[in-house]
């Protein structure tokens, strides 16, 4: 009895502990793309404490705490590092994902949520709301800006049609020029190659800081329009997900996944 109390408390802890700072890093994610880097690494340092202490007093036979740590930090882990190699997210998501996955490695997280009780692998979890409320926000997007910018969408050669407004809309250069979409991501970039003006789309791109004095010089040179257009992303503040995603995690724990897979099979 003594032993799930404490196992119970920890748990507790862990919530009242991330919920404040997921909320912060997503504001500031949302506002600028930037997190507090203290903030980042005290939220890493306090979930390694939080790992050991919860590996220390939960009574979990070593083969599954070995299952819980490889799919809750080493999956995680793999593919946070390899979405931030292809541009797709900042170093500070990578922190952010391996941070839950050790303060959540073990399923004795249920206990202190409204599901109670589960199995799957709580980050797995997270990590799945949150990436169907990313999802769900790209269809929306690119439905607005087909609708709303269906002429620049044709212009758009091949696939570009269809990947270009998932993930961007197109914006005026002046105004990308003056700092209008400080924090936004270009999906085109611009070269001149032998007096000849080189345009060239891309999805998966970092943040491009020399683009806006490329720009810049092009349109002072007379190559580029400055009313002409940009197609630029805001990126995928991926906090706030996690942030939406830990929420109903809190609500849902695992059940909807586990009622679907039975459904499936049986």
Known sequence: MELTVSIEFIEYVKLLVTFPILLVLSIQDYKSRELDARLVYIYLVVSIVMFVLTSVFSDLVLTL????????IGVVGIVFYT??????????????AVSLGLMYTYPTTYSATLASRGILPPPIMIILYSTLGAILLIIVNSIYVVLTS????QDL???YRILLPLFGK????????QG????????????LVGGNLVVKYRVLTGIDYD?????????????????GYIWVSPGLPFIVYFFAGFILFLILGDKP?????FKVLF
């Open 65 to 72: 705490k070995l299952f819980y740590v490889f799919f809750s």
């Open 180 to 191: 209008k979409y400080k924090h936004y991501i270009p999906l085109q970039s611009f070269e």
């Open 257 to 261: 996944l586990l009622t679907l897979f």
């Open 211 to 227: 683009i806006r004095s490329t720009l810049k010089q092009l349109v002072e040179e007379k190559f580029i329009d400055p009313e």
């Open 150 to 153: 269906y002429k620049f969408v």
């Open 83 to 96: 979405l931030y190699r292809l541009g797709l997210i900042g170093d500070g998501d990578v922190f952010v």
């Open 170 to 177: 197109p914006v005026k250069i002046s105004d990308y020029i």
């Open 157 to 159: 050669p091949g696939v």
